[in-house]
């Protein structure tokens, strides 16, 4: 039986689940990326050699989209829709996904990519018995099973490392793993570093860096300020100061929210340039000019924050708004026009 037809036939018995799943999204949510669609369906039909021709692309320097986004994140995102997805047969769809992908990695010993697909499979049949409420929601057995999970893909890495690491996909994966692993976070930087001298365009790397930092980890304001200065200076010849705005961006989405230039050490008018660098790349991308919209709400910048909404007119992606969007929208809105 060939893989194609093996993955048709996982589709078959969770077809219904599955793509009711991909079709759902929330209301108002921008259009699929090229680079997540394209993924999404050539792991649903067990097409490894786009994957690999997709993957290939998207490393190359300078794979951002008109929005200024990564397209080799969309990619990643595409692929997890997969191996996240969410069927009433759980168990079944999970270990056949390992198997598909186990599979696939031992017909092509030397792609980098079959192997981190399947140490990420393993990864997200974990999370299945985790789940992704509070630690202390989780009964101990299915802890338990979900350690054991990130513990075998983290073995499998390993095991398979002088493949794996020359794509620094495998050092994202390592990271997101080892962070809920309380691997030590200096060991975090150090794989960040070795994944960011493979690609130093692999953005994905220090964002994942940035949410080990965050207090809800058992990081800290000054060490994710640290970080993000050092990330920041890093990839300045290809992104300017707009890392800088990325990261703590993601710190406020994942983390502060409104709270951000309160709780932690941004500094809005670094944050303000980092926008700008990436308005002046990428003139067209109403998700940036969004994101900073919100930023300059949460700033205080009344001037700003005036000056994108007009900027923005109806073209409003509530995705970029954070936390309950559309009343945080209003209230922003509110505020700029109140006298």
């Known amino acids: 039986m060939s893989m194609q037809t093996a993955l048709r036939g ?41 994957l690999e021709q997709q993957n290939a692309l998207y490393r190359q320097p300078g794979s951002f989209d008109t929005n200024g986004g990564s ?13 996240d997805n969410k069927t009433a047969n759980a168990e ?21 990519l079959a192997h981190i697909l399947h140490a990420r499979a393993l990864s997200a049949h974990g999370w299945s018995y985790r789940g992704n409420g509070l630690a202390d929601e989780v009964p101990a057995q299915a802890m338990r099973d979900f350690i054991a999970y990130q ?34 976070r200096k060991a975090l930087q150090a ?13 994905d ?51 502060y929210q409104h709270a951000l230039f309160q709780d932690s050490h941004a500094n809005w008018d670094l944050v303000k340039q980092g926008y700008d660098d990436f308005l002046q790349r990428y003139p067209a991308s109403n998700a940036k ?5 919100w930023m300059a709400c949460m700033a205080k910048d009344r001037a700003t924050l005036l000056a994108l909404l007009g ?18 929208l209003e209230a922003c809105r509110k505020w700029a026009t109140q006298l």
Do not use: C
Request: net charge neutral.
């Open 92 to 112: 079944a769809y999970l270990s056949e996904v390992d198997r598909l992908t186990l599979q696939w990695a031992q017909a092509q010993p030397q792609s980098a």
């Open 151 to 184: 513990q075998r893909a983290v073995k499998y890495l390993q095991l398979h490392a002088d493949v794996a690491l020359n794509d620094s996909y495998a050092h994202y994966t390592l990271i997101a793993i080892g962070k809920t692993l309380n691997w030590d």
């Open 71 to 83: 397209q080799l994140s969309q990619m990643r995102m595409g692929l997890d829709r997969v191996t």
């Open 311 to 328: 900027q923005l007119g109806t073209n409003i992606d509530l995705a970029e708004w954070g936390a309950n969007p559309e009343r945080g």
């Open 205 to 255: 790397i220090p964002v994942e860096i940035v949410a080990s930092l965050l207090p809800k980890w058992g990081g800290d304001a000054r060490s994710l300020d640290a970080y993000i200065r050092q990330a920041s200076a890093q990839s300045r010849a290809f992104l300017g100061t707009g890392l800088y705005a990325l990261l703590y961006s993601a710190a406020a989405k994942n983390q």
């Open 191 to 203: 794989i960040a570093q070795q994944g960011l001298a493979v690609n130093p365009q692999d953005i």
């Open 10 to 50: 996982v589709r078959q018995v969770t077809a219904y689940a599955a793509l009711a799943w991909l079709a759902a999204g929330p209301l108002h949510a921008a259009p699929t990326p090229p680079a997540n669609e394209a993924a999404t369906d050539a792991f649903w039909r067990g097409d490894f050699g786009a």
């Open 289 to 293: 000019r969004n994101r900073y919209a």
